[in-house]
């Protein structure tokens, strides 16, 4: 039997550790640190309240799908993975638990769930994984059930003469590249919830891999969809590019389930790699670095993966495991190449010329090992600090390369008290992501967090910010997102969402301002 993942923290519990006593100690002293006035609750003791949908409606949609409505299913389908999330769901607080889970096989079984919902008015929020950090699975409605695609989990053709892949959207990451590999091909997606999200959910909140530098966000690899609405089926893209209007592949990408339910996605493949190779560079500030990853960007040689952290992240995130000289001061650069052994060879050596002319020093395979073998780790640290009372949370932003500074010192400056760090995290010939992470003593409940998030919100749009790379929308984002388009941009939403989902039961209150 699959393993399940953790119902109030991240991934597979058999996999979280809890923090050395040193660290522990470290945390009390320097952030004052102290142990939360509860413990978490058990599942077994939390006992969400009757499904709110007549009995009648529960029959109808059983008649369509596959329905469970037992307490610990519809706890596990309780909001996303977000650090208010875990701690409200850790109290046992069940006010974003769904009503029932809905497990359609068919495309067809998803058009039926939205027809009856729109009948009968209770909301569908559409779950691949439920990773989302923004608040993307708590609708604002008086009932809803969760639309589990787990069953939809086919690798359903590979054409190799265009080198694409057709798959079913509840295919999670390491599936689909079991699939795939078994064809000798990877789609090259690797973002740090891989091992656990969904191939839907990339698609919809236009998720961003580890190796983007190289292989391009879910949203550039692709090329067509089914989609199930309450109007019904959208089917788009005839090929990978087209002059024939708007894309409207673009208005489906990134929608977080607002606007319909993809069903199945065709996406572009590549060979597998014969070569991945990682390694790590020091750079004496994060201003340097900065230089040098975006001389890359725009004339190259692109490596595959390309990241950094700034001088607090490099600090603490060495974990004093292995050291990058000058006495550790400095920032650390992970600098990765996948593809043919020769072309790698190819690349490598002109990478390597170009960021030693620009201050870098090479720092060796170390680095870069350390960092393969963690990089899906991070959100297991985030538990072990909850649980011994900090508080940790992740927020991401981009703009254009010559205003990554102004960024960058913005929100910083809008969490003073905190530990803040960043890296770097995806690059483009015009502009960069900057992803932070922030760990207090300070905030206790979730009001506090909502307070400091309101601020770095502000922050990032008032210093010409995107208020997310690759997050998402959900509600967190929701106040800042409208700012950002503009009245007229939310109008626009507003009248897409009105015309493929009239009744608004897709994920009422999600993305559309």
């Given at each position: 039997?699959?393993?399940?993942?953790?119902?109030?923290?991240w991934?597979?519990?058999?996999?979280a550790?809890?923090?050395?006593?040193?660290?522990t100690?470290l945390?009390?002293?320097l952030?004052?640190?102290?142990?939360?006035?509860?413990?978490?609750?058990?599942?077994?003791?939390?006992?969400?309240p009757?499904?709110?949908?007549?009995?009648?409606?529960?029959?109808?949609?059983?008649?369509?799908?596959e329905?469970?409505?037992?307490a610990?299913?519809?706890?596990r389908?309780?909001?996303?993975k977000?650090?208010?999330?875990?701690?409200?769901?850790?109290?046992?607080?069940?006010?974003?638990?769904?009503?029932?889970?809905?497990?359609?096989?068919?495309?067809?079984d998803?058009l039926?769930?939205?027809?009856?919902?729109?009948?009968?008015?209770?909301?569908?929020?559409p779950?691949?994984?439920?990773?989302?950090?923004?608040?993307?699975?708590?609708?604002?409605?008086?009932a809803?059930?969760a639309?589990?695609?787990?069953?939809?989990?086919?690798?359903?053709?590979?054409?190799?003469?265009?080198?694409?892949?057709t798959?079913?959207?509840?295919?999670?990451?390491?599936r689909?590249?079991e699939?795939?590999g078994?064809?000798?091909y990877?789609?090259?997606h690797?973002?740090?919830?891989?091992?656990?999200?969904?191939?839907?959910?990339?698609?919809?909140?236009r998720?961003?891999?580890?190796?983007?530098?190289?292989?391009?966000?879910?949203?550039?690899?692709?090329?067509?969809?089914?989609?199930?609405?309450?109007?019904g089926t959208?089917?788009?893209?005839r090929?990978?590019?087209?002059?024939?209007?708007p894309?409207?592949?673009?208005?489906?990408?990134?929608?977080?389930?607002?606007f319909g339910?993809?069903?199945?996605?065709?996406?572009?493949?590549?060979?597998?790699?014969?070569?991945?190779?990682?390694?790590g560079?020091?750079?004496?500030?994060?201003?340097?670095?900065?230089?040098?990853?975006?001389?890359?960007?725009?004339?190259?040689?692109?490596?595959?993966?390309?990241?950094?952290?700034?001088?607090?992240?490099?600090?603490?995130?060495?974990?004093?495991?292995?050291?990058?000289?000058?006495?550790?001061s400095?920032?650390?650069a992970?600098?990765?190449?996948?593809?043919?052994?020769?072309e790698?060879?190819?690349?490598?050596d002109?990478?390597?010329?170009?960021?030693?002319?620009?201050?870098?020093?090479?720092?060796?395979?170390?680095?870069g090992?350390?960092?393969?073998?963690?990089?899906f780790?991070a959100?297991?640290?985030?538990?072990?600090?909850?649980?011994?009372g900090a508080?940790?949370e992740?927020?991401?932003?981009t703009?254009?390369?010559?205003?990554?500074?102004?960024?960058?010192e913005?929100?910083?400056a809008?969490?003073?008290?905190?530990?803040?760090?960043?890296?770097?995290?995806?690059v483009?010939?015009?502009?960069?992501s900057?992803?932070?992470?922030?760990?207090?003593?300070?905030?206790?409940?979730d009001?506090?967090?909502?307070?400091?998030?309101t601020?770095?919100?502000?922050a990032?749009?008032?210093?010409?910010?995107?208020?997310?790379?690759?997050?998402?929308?959900?509600?967190?984002?929701?106040?800042?997102y409208?700012?950002?388009?503009?009245?007229?941009?939310v109008?626009?939403?507003?009248?897409?969402?009105?015309?493929?989902?009239?009744?608004?039961?897709?994920?009422?209150?999600?993305?559309?301002?």
């Open positions: 039997m699959p393993v399940q993942m953790s119902w109030s923290g991934g597979d519990p058999a996999k550790t809890p923090l050395p006593e040193s660290v100690t945390l009390r002293e952030l004052g640190v102290q142990p939360r006035d509860e413990s978490p609750v058990a599942l077994s003791d939390i006992a969400p009757e499904p709110r949908l007549d009995q009648d409606v529960l029959a109808a949609l059983g008649k369509i799908a329905v469970r409505a037992d610990e299913e519809r706890v389908h309780t909001g996303g977000s650090t208010p999330d875990l701690l409200r769901i850790r109290r046992g607080d069940t006010s974003q638990t769904p009503d029932a889970v809905v497990l359609p096989a068919t495309h067809e998803v039926g769930v939205l027809e009856l919902a729109t009948a009968h008015g209770f909301a569908v929020v779950f691949g994984g439920g990773t989302s950090v923004v608040g993307g699975l708590a609708p604002e409605a008086p809803f059930v639309l589990d695609l787990r069953r939809l989990d086919e690798l359903l053709e590979v054409d190799e003469v265009s080198r694409t892949a798959l079913q959207v509840g295919l999670r990451g390491p689909a590249e699939l795939l078994e064809r000798g990877t789609i090259g690797f973002p740090q919830s891989f091992e656990w999200a969904s191939i839907g959910g990339f698609a919809a909140a998720s961003s891999g580890q190796s983007s530098a190289g292989y391009g966000r879910f949203d550039e690899l692709v090329v067509g969809m089914t989609v199930a609405t309450p109007s959208l089917t788009l893209g090929a990978q590019k087209s002059a024939a209007g894309d409207l592949r673009q208005l489906v990408l990134g929608s977080e389930g607002a339910v993809i069903t199945s996605l065709t996406v572009r493949i590549r060979p597998l790699p014969e070569v991945r190779l990682y390694e560079w020091r750079f004496p500030d994060f201003a340097s670095g900065a230089a040098a990853l975006r001389r890359l960007s725009q004339d190259g040689p692109m490596p595959t993966v390309l990241r950094l952290s700034d001088e607090t992240e490099t600090m603490v995130g060495l974990a004093r495991t292995e050291t990058i000289g000058e006495g550790d400095g920032c650390l992970i600098v990765g190449y996948e593809g043919q052994a020769g790698v060879a190819v690349r490598r002109r990478t390597h010329a170009v960021l030693s002319s620009l201050g870098g020093t090479a720092l060796g395979a170390g680095p090992e350390s960092w393969e073998h963690g990089r780790g959100p297991y640290l985030r538990d072990s600090l909850l649980d011994v508080f940790v992740t927020l991401e932003t703009t254009f390369w010559s205003n990554i500074p102004v960024l960058y913005a929100v910083k809008a969490l003073p008290g905190h530990l803040v760090m960043c890296h770097i995290s995806h483009y010939a015009s502009s960069a900057l992803y932070f992470t922030i760990v207090s003593g300070r905030i206790g409940r009001a506090d967090w909502d307070e400091a998030k601020a770095v919100n502000e990032i749009i008032a210093a010409g910010g995107s208020i997310s790379h690759h997050h998402g929308v959900g509600t967190e984002h929701r106040a800042a409208a700012e950002e388009i503009g009245p007229l941009g109008e626009v939403l507003r009248a897409v969402k009105r015309s493929l989902d009239p009744a608004g039961i897709l994920n009422p209150g999600i993305l559309v301002p």
